[in-house]
């Protein structure tokens, strides 16, 4: 990393000196071209070939050239930014997947899917390992929580189940299928997530709820977002889901952006929920009417729950303790609450948000 933040420093120095330089030869030209035409100026009207007003035409001619040259030595810069980025885009487009879609792929049966995660491995870099012979069995309409501090390795989990990447060793299975031999858009279809953050389109809310699929009808709309309570942005049809939203969610609360986030889940109708603390920071009167929400969104679905703070694990039929990327335990939440010596009891006792923040 810091060798990568080595290189880029030194190209960026190495461009800007390339692009002072540049000016700088300009200016120099100018300034030379300046003199050259009044020390001209000067010796032809001493020598009387020429009058005081011919001076000053050839140095206003002169200077005229300053503009042209100075466009052509613009556009000569970004001809060279142009450049630059085609050959970006060019490496782009030259980037194969590490994640391929199988040529003869299985299909993930519909309704609640149940997760398994067998002898797991996987680092972003080679030699930094994130996950170390992760183990679980979570079965079909059981809901999970996930517990860690930062960096154990819960995100990381919630990508290999997107299949983001697969993992190094050992296979992750959903609905009974290995990942990888699954299509890459039945896992993308089977799997919903809905995180803190909401990212918001600058376009209308049917396409914000619907990620621009136009063969979603306005009814399916209606019926997904009425038992979570949509705010009346997006009521009565058809006016209500046609006003612009702004981008990053200006225009929208943070109750409002989370519950337009769990409508776009339930319109996918996943087998496989993850949540990511989706309420942690909002107010208390709206934080009840998310968990109402969360309720809503959890019927009849396998849930993977990464969390934060007690009162997100209560509705969890297991927990999954991550440290250093290992499982450290992993049991029924209700029996590792009678356990006064499991790690889960001490988390109650200690207090959560101190230990895994």
Known sequence: MRRFVYIVHVASRRAYAMGTLNWGVTSFLFAVNLALALSLGVVFLDAGLITIGTVYLIVSYSNTLQRPVTQLARQFQDMQAATASIMRIRELFDLQPSVNSPTTPAHAALGALSVTFDGVSFGYASDTPVLREVDFQLNAGKVLGLLGRTGSGKTTITRLLFRFYDPEQGAICLGGHDLRTLALDDVRRSVGMVTQDVQIFQASVRDNLTFFNPTIPDEAIVEARHPLGLP???????????PRLDSGGRSLSAGEAQLLAFTRV?????????LDEASSRLDPVTEHLIEEAIDRLLQGRTAIIVAHRLATVQRADQILVLGDGQVLEAGDRLALIAEPDSRFSQLLRTGMAEVLV
């Open 266 to 274: 339930l319109l996918k109708n996943p087998g496989l929920v993850i």
């Open 232 to 242: 009346r942005w997006s009521t009565p049809l058809p006016h209500g889901l046609d």
